[in-house]
T-cell receptor, first 114, second 113 residues
Framework: AQKVTQAQTEISVVEKEDVTLDCVYETRDTTYYLFWYKQPPSGELVFLIRRNSFDEQNEISGRYSWNFQKSTSSFNFTITASQVVDSAVYFC???????????FGTGTRLQVFP | KAGVTQTPRYLIKTRGQQVTLSCSPI?????VSWYQQTPGQGLQFLFE???????NKGNFPGRFSGRQFSNSRSEMNVSTLELGDSALYLC????????????FGPGTRLTVL
């Protein structure tokens, strides 16, 4: 069965702190895809990143970076020098090969205080 | 390019009524998926459509149905509404192959009284 676990329910930080959001997934497939989405108070899910199971190369994009480790089934997300505008709920999601069905984690609410 | 649009944005219904929600994907996107978001169950997959065909369906009762038109616009219908159907209903579209990133609309917030 497929499952995504985000153990951190809520994280509060002060502006300019670095913060890492954890994501652990379960799947029996060898080909799968992992995503991070951000949901600000407006409600719309905003796509951040997509990774397939064959691409363990970690990436940095501006203040965002991702750490994908198949050995521990983890796909963690780090925001460097957090800003108040980063306050949102962040969702990790999994899809198995050849389906658009996203299986979401329960989300981590990030609050960044000035 | 305009994003995914959903109408209406807010809806209030009473138990037993039915409701139809509409989703217009990003121009050129042929795949549309629907999700339900509630505080208790989180984000759950409802349906996936591609070229007017339902490719996948989540674990929801038959009261939940959907369809996709030739212009890729999609509708979902919920009949005999229950209090537990109160939720944010999100629509997403994608371009290109399966498993590409999906882009979400702002959602329709349905309240059932």
């Amino acid at each position: 069965a497929q499952k995504v676990t985000q153990a951190q329910t809520e994280i509060s930080v002060v502006e300019k702190e670095d913060v890492t959001l954890d994501c652990v997934y379960e799947t029996r497939d060898t080909t799968y895809y992992l995503f991070w989405y951000k949901q600000p108070p407006s409600g719309e899910l905003v796509f951040l990143i997509r990774r397939n199971s064959f691409d363990e190369q970690n990436e940095i994009s501006g203040r965002y970076s991702w750490n994908f480790q198949k050995s521990t089934s983890s796909f963690n997300f780090t925001i460097t020098a957090s800003q108040v505008v980063d306050s949102a709920v962040y969702f990790c999601a999994l899809s198995e090969d050849n389906t658009d069905k996203l299986i979401f984690g329960t989300g981590t609410r990030l609050q960044v205080f000035p | 390019k305009a994003g995914v649009t959903q109408t209406p944005r807010y809806l209030i219904k009473t138990r037993g009524q039915q409701v139809t929600l509409s989703c217009s994907p990003i121009s050129g996107h042929r795949s549309v998926s629907w999700y339900q978001q509630t505080p208790g169950q989180g984000l759950q997959f409802l349906f996936e459509y591609f070229s007017e065909t339902q490719r996948n369906k989540g674990n929801f009762p038959g009261r939940f149905s959907g369809r996709q038109f030739s212009n890729s616009r999609s509708e979902m219908n919920v009949s005999t509404l229950e209090l537990g159907d109160s939720a944010l209903y999100l629509c997403a579209s994608r371009s290109g192959g399966v498993n590409n990133e999906q882009f979400f609309g702002p959602g329709t917030r349905l309240t059932v009284l």
